[in-house]
């Protein structure tokens, strides 16, 4: 009952929690304003005017990190810090620092066009929506008020000279013409899934001791407001003691929808009760975490998990280890403690495996967790464990197939299929329809076929056995003739294995390792960089 409420809650989200989304308001640091001042010395009564620049306002970058998983630790408004006002005796406002926003690598950056009801207004807008409230004459001195810092006193004076109108006059185009580049400049969209890297051309070598010396802030995404400019800027012929000086720009203002797809090399698609979980979790050497059990959607999210291989081969293949429902690990683990108590669990330390490596075995019901984390590492892939894929999905039916956006960019989609189910190439019919309906050309990601639950199959004598033989043929020529071939003109691999107990999966992760080196030095020939790949020719 209490499933079928998380179920149904989730389809009613219609996907929208499957994804890391995030909307973050931007608001680039003002500019400081300019400083209307004259210089005083000891008998010069009469000095020039002094008076400073504002400093620029902050700008904001966005800067794509490796160590970031989620978009959680993105704040959802941010400010700049503004630039420093501009003083006497021509001291300049001080720039305020750049506001550098870490996102998560997979993180794809969409701005917010301006009928979006989720963006939010910016400075200019706010301002003008403010204005509404004033009548005319108001209105303009409040537009002024916003541009220009008058001498004390001297604000009537100003207004009644031409030079000044005139300076207004240039600031207002000023303006629009901000706004026209802004308008013209377009919508912010990034794909950010590589780190930003600073070539050592651009490492500053008069840099002083302590500051970094390369400029590694990522994308600027909102620019800081210029500063305003002091009285000296408005010296002229006609006037030789100018009382005023302009304010610092507002910084731009943006919205942003923040979107962290999963960056996983290799994606799971079947449907419900298919096994892919246990699948994921074999592979894992019993690290992935999601949960088990015999009936539909017990997977809501997508999880991902990490296959390790060693020098000797994949480091989770455990013969030994069975991955079974977790509610019956559970039991099963709770069991053997109650029986053995407490007082010899010490003794029993070395066989206990904890619940959450989720691995348990017919032979020793608490047998280690299959890997060893002493072992070197040489090579490793990601996994994602989905939710299930059920026939009309892409009309909402089950949990929907928005999830698939997130392993839109995996390297290889693999099918798992139940062999033990009465048509199982049925199955994979229906997965590929839904693929192609989500995207098309989807399904020619798909390089493997994973028939599952093998060990149900042909066990009732000989009779049976060839039975489960002819099945199994049966799907191998249906995935030849139906399911297409890769760009290589391959049809899909096609492996029986049981998840469960962890029968056949050597050849599975030899075939994924095949899959995403062949896919990773794709994507290294592309980007010009020469392929490091430890595992060329690499059999599991
Ligand atoms: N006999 C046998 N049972 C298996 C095997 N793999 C999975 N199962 C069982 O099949 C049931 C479903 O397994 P899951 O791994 O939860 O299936 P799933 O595809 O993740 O299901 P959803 O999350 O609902 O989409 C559980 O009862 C598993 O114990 C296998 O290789 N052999
Ligand atoms: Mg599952």
Redo the contacts with the bound molecule.
Sequence with gaps: MRRRRRTDAKRRQRGETFMDQRIVHIRGGKGGDGCVAFHREKWKPMGPPSGGNGGTGSSIYLLPTPHLTTLSSVPRIVKGASGGAGGGTWRNGKDAEPTIVRVPLGTVVKQLSRDDPRRAKDAQERFEERLQEFREEERWKKIRERRWVHYPGFEDDNLQRETFREADRMLAMEERMLINRRVLRGLIHLDLDKAVETPETEKDPDAPLGLPRAKNWGYLIAEGGAGGLGNPHFLSKTNRSPKTASRGRDGEWISLELELKILADVAMV?M????????VRALTGGRVKSE????????LNPVVGVVRIGPEGWLGGDGDAVY??TALEKNRLREGMDVRGYVESTDMDDETTPVTDGVSSETNAHARPSYDSTIGESFRFTIT?N??LIEHASENKGLGHSFLRSIERSHALVY?VDLSSQVPWEELRILKDELEKYREGMSSKARMVIA??A??LGQEGEEDAEEAKCKFARLEEYVRMEMGADAEGRSLDVVPV????AMNLRKVVGLMVRYVDEARSKVAVQDDDESTLPLDGYEC
């Design positions: 079947g419900p009760n298919a096994g892919k979980s246990t699948l088990i059990a015999g009936f539909a959607f017990t997977t079974d429902e464990d939710p299930g798992v599952n639950k060990d149900l049981s998840a469960k107990y």
